[in-house]
């Protein structure tokens, strides 16, 4: 079945240091993915997306690209705030018998010190 | 345009009990999802509704059902609480139609405690 692979955290940087979480997948269709972070006592807030290869989601100095060849859609950002300390969700959406499902990786903590 | 409601934001529930929780999305959206998010075991997906019908079930015990209603309102309920149902429990509605490429537009949950 489908399934999301992001790298585990936490992962403690310096504001203005240079941030990457990677994201793998599998899936059997052609998914759309997703990047989601999630702010302490809130619900997930989409932060970018992507839907076929090649394509490059941005949003907020974050980036992430459609990698077909390799499965991934790593999620970086040039220069980390102190304001980006969150819980990161890579995800995919794909057709299911049912309609579509939105299968989400484990999530990655960021702590950014200032 | 309202976000995603959910109600309660905070419940405390004793084991054997029943909960019912309660969502109500975008308007316009049809798709109402369930998650289950604890630290252990991440974001983990209950169920989803369409259209007042089930369209899609993760794999939870049948304590856990849940129901939409006309207007794509959504509730939630779980039977006989154990104490491994303490959770934030997060709603998500989309469109529902119209591909894949839909996000998921989520509620800042209800954090359900079992003593």
């Known amino acids: 079945g489908d399934s999301v692979t992001q790298m585990e955290g936490p992962v403690t940087l310096s504001e203005e240091a240079f941030l990457t979480i990677n994201c793998t997948y599998t899936a059997t269709g052609y998914p759309s993915l997703f990047w989601y972070v999630q702010y302490p006592g809130e619900g997930l807030q989409l932060l970018l997306k992507a839907t076929k290869a090649d394509d490059k989601g941005s949003n907020k100095g974050f980036e992430a690209t459609y990698r077909k060849e390799t499965t991934s859609f790593h999620l970086e950002k040039g220069s980390v705030q102190v304001s980006d300390s969150a819980v990161y969700f890579c995800?995919?959406?794909?057709?299911?018998?049912?309609?579509?499902?939105?299968?989400f990786g484990a999530g990655t903590r960021l702590f950014v010190k200032a | 345009k309202a976000g995603v409601t959910q109600t309660p934001r905070y419940l405390i529930k004793t084991r054997g009990q029943q909960v019912t929780l309660s969502c109500s999305p975008i308007?316009?959206?049809?798709?109402v999802s369930w998650y289950q998010q604890t630290p252990g075991q991440g974001l983990q997906f209950l169920f989803e509704?369409?259209?007042?019908?089930?369209?899609n079930k993760g794999n939870f015990p049948g304590r856990f059902s849940g129901r939409q209603f006309s207007n794509s309102r959504s509730e939630m309920n779980v039977s006989t609480l154990e104490l491994g149902d303490s959770a934030l429990y997060l709603c998500a509605s989309s469109p529902g139609t119209g591909g894949n490429n839909q996000p998921q537009h989520f509620g800042d949950g209800t954090r359900l405690s079992i003593l």
């Open positions: 308007s316009g959206h049809r798709s």
């Open positions: 509704y369409f259209s007042e019908t089930q369209r």
């Open positions: 995800a995919l959406s794909d057709r299911d018998t049912g309609g579509f499902k939105t299968i």
